[in-house]
Structures are given as C-alpha cells and as structure tokens.
C-alpha cells in the first residue's frame, strides 16, 4: 500500500518499530479506568488499525504475560498488567533465554553498556532482594 505525493513519487506509509504498536496498546491500557474490552483500546490508538490488529496485538501481550484478560460475554476484557519497562524486560529475558551460553551474552551485554547504565546495573544488583524501588 503506498501513496503519492504531489511530485508523484510513491511514498510508503511509516513502519512502525519493533514492539511500537505493543508499547501503544500498553500506555492505552495504563490510562484505562479497569479492564476496557478491544474496542475501547481501539478507539484511545485513534481508530486507524483494525479491530482484528488490536485483538492480536492484546493477545500476543498475554502470551508475553504483560496484560491479564477475563471473559465478558462472548469477548474478553483486557487489563495491562506491565509496562513499556517491563515489557521491554520481557523481551530481553526472552532473548536470554534463546541461548545457550547465558554466560556469554550477559558478559558481552554488560560490556556493551555505557558507564552510565553499567553503574545503574550495579546499584539495581548490590540492593537489598527485599528493598523496594522508589
């Protein structure tokens, strides 16, 4: 699907980033009142993707374990239960979990981090297990 713009050039739409869509279906729900069915999501995203898209979107977050849904009626009503964070903690641990050699992947990621975001690994790990986050 493409348009033209007034050189007549085809212009592709914008495509979305990996997991953009999931991040936005995720903030919609963080702003719902309680569990809010498909249509509700669809609506708040502005009504530009199809119904079908926001259920598949809702449903691969479940499987992902970031939204919580119950039945009302014959549809589900969908509740976030993570958030762009934790989704994004879900992703990498899904990664992690992909290989082999955990030992490895965590060394090279460490060492790939800026000092920066090395010196906030290390205050998150030397926390007390029991501590909670501000």
Same mark, same amino acid.
């Given at each position: 699907?493409?348009?033209?713009? %007034?050189?007549?050039?085809?212009? $592709? =739409?914008?495509?979305?980033?990996?997991?953009?869509?999931?991040?936005?279906?995720? #903030? #919609?729900?963080?702003?719902? =009142?309680?569990?809010?069915?498909? @249509?509700?999501?669809?609506?708040?995203?502005?009504? $530009?993707? @199809?119904?079908?898209?926001?259920?598949?979107?809702?449903?691969?977050?479940?499987?992902?374990?970031?939204?919580?849904?119950?039945?009302?009626?014959?549809?589900?009503?969908?509740?976030?239960? @993570?958030? &762009? @964070?934790?989704?994004? #903690?879900?992703?990498? %641990?899904?990664?992690?979990?992909?290989?082999?050699?955990?030992? &490895?992947?965590? &060394?090279?990621?460490?060492?790939s981090l800026t000092p920066g975001d090395?010196?906030?690994?290390?205050?998150?790990? &030397?926390?007390?297990?029991?501590?909670?986050?501000?």
């Open positions: 699907m493409t348009d033209q713009n %007034r050189g007549g050039i085809e212009q $592709s =739409p914008r495509r979305r980033g990996q997991g953009e869509l999931e991040g936005q279906v995720l #903030a #919609a729900l963080h702003q719902a =009142p309680g569990a809010v069915p498909a @249509a509700w999501v669809q609506e708040r995203l502005g009504g $530009s993707l @199809a119904y079908t898209t926001v259920i598949t979107i809702l449903t691969r977050l479940h499987a992902k374990g970031a939204v919580a849904r119950r039945r009302a009626g014959r549809s589900f009503e969908w509740t976030a239960i @993570a958030d &762009a @964070a934790g989704l994004a #903690a879900l992703r990498m %641990r899904k990664v992690l979990d992909a290989e082999t050699d955990r030992e &490895a992947v965590l &060394a090279r990621f460490l060492t090395e010196q906030v690994l290390r205050d998150l790990l &030397a926390q007390d297990p029991g501590q909670e986050e501000d």
